[in-house]
């Protein structure tokens, strides 16, 4: 009679677990950091989905939380996954270990530019700069509203980058972020592969008894690498600020951004999430069936 007492109690709170309210969309972007536009196929359709990783200062993520996370992306997506390495970078730090200065991606290597053989050159006075070597165009930099220039790598559409880093003074509490990087064609700025940086050691601060470094780990890589294809879509599942770029209005969706009742409702139920949700997945299973019909009326005669 127990046993069908608490087997009755736990199928009541799986069901309530389906239930969990999600949050109001939010369809304005209050601070301006933009959000999806829409399912990268360049990433989810493309034969290769190419990744580079980079450990700085020697922070790294554990080769267990990689796997799990690229079987995952794996699933969301049409191609295999290329992983590869780019040597180890080592970057001035303070006395607490966190960077001297926010990171940005070296233009495969800061020597390069310090010794002259990239040009930095103008292509929108006051505005746009490219950093070339020979023929090739290696990072381009924009100017920001305050003045200053943001210097980002030039990469195919199918690449990924991944930044394991120290804390940055600049963002100490931020676990991960995304970016989407950018290229020239044909003169004009396109978007063109992704920038993941995650912060090592505020993983490690943030980690306690309720959840593991290695969930934590799982949960910020999977977060930005669903941001990099490009979900949520719909707009009655996109809640935007205050967070950075557009989120998943449903708390079991690692596109989750807030630590509130609803996801600390779904965690106590369904654990911390590391899965997109059915919504995000089905954008991504749909993108990939409208890359493959238009993949297949060019093929035919």
């Known amino acids: 009679m127990r046993r069908g007492w608490w087997s009755a109690l736990c199928a009541a709170l799986a069901c309530v677990a389906c239930r969990v309210a999600p949050h109001s969309p939010e369809s304005v972007d209050p601070l301006g950091l933009g959000g999806s536009r829409g399912v990268r196929s360049e990433l989810v359709a493309a034969p290769q989905l190419r990744i580079t990783r980079l450990s700085v200062n020697g922070r790294e993520l554990s080769q267990r939380s990689w796997e799990r996370v690229l079987a995952r992306v794996e699933r969301e997506i049409t191609g295999e996954i290329v992983l590869d390495d780019a040597a180890p970078l080592e970057l001035p730090a303070r006395g607490d270990g966190a960077l001297a200065a926010p990171f940005e991606w070296p233009t495969h290597g800061a020597e390069e530019l310090l010794l002259g053989s990239v040009v930095r050159r103008e292509i929108v006075p006051g505005t746009w700069f490219e950093y070339a070597r020979g023929a090739e165009v290696i990072a381009l930099e924009s100017a920001t509203q305050e003045g200053t220039f943001v210097r980002k790598p030039v990469v195919e559409p199918q690449r990924v980058l991944v930044a394991i880093v120290p804390r940055d003074p600049a963002s100490p509490e931020l676990l991960g972020l995304h970016e989407r990087l950018m290229r020239l064609e044909e003169g004009a700025v396109r978007d063109s592969g992704s920038l993941i940086v995650i912060q090592a050691d505020a993983l490690a601060a943030r980690s306690n008894w309720f959840v593991s470094r290695r969930q934590l780990e799982e949960h910020v890589l999977m977060h930005e690498f669903a941001h990099a294809l490009g979900v949520p879509v719909e707009p009655q599942r996109t809640w935007r600020g205050p967070h950075r770029g557009a989120h998943c209005t449903r ?51």
Do not use: F, I, K
């Open 251 to 301: 708390p079991e969706c690692v596109l989750y951004p807030a630590l509130d009742w609803r996801s600390l409702l779904s965690g106590v139920l369904n654990g911390v999430p590391l899965e997109l949700c059915d919504a995000c997945r089905g954008e991504l299973a749909q993108a990939r069936g409208a890359a493959a019909t238009r993949a297949g009326s060019t093929s035919s005669p």
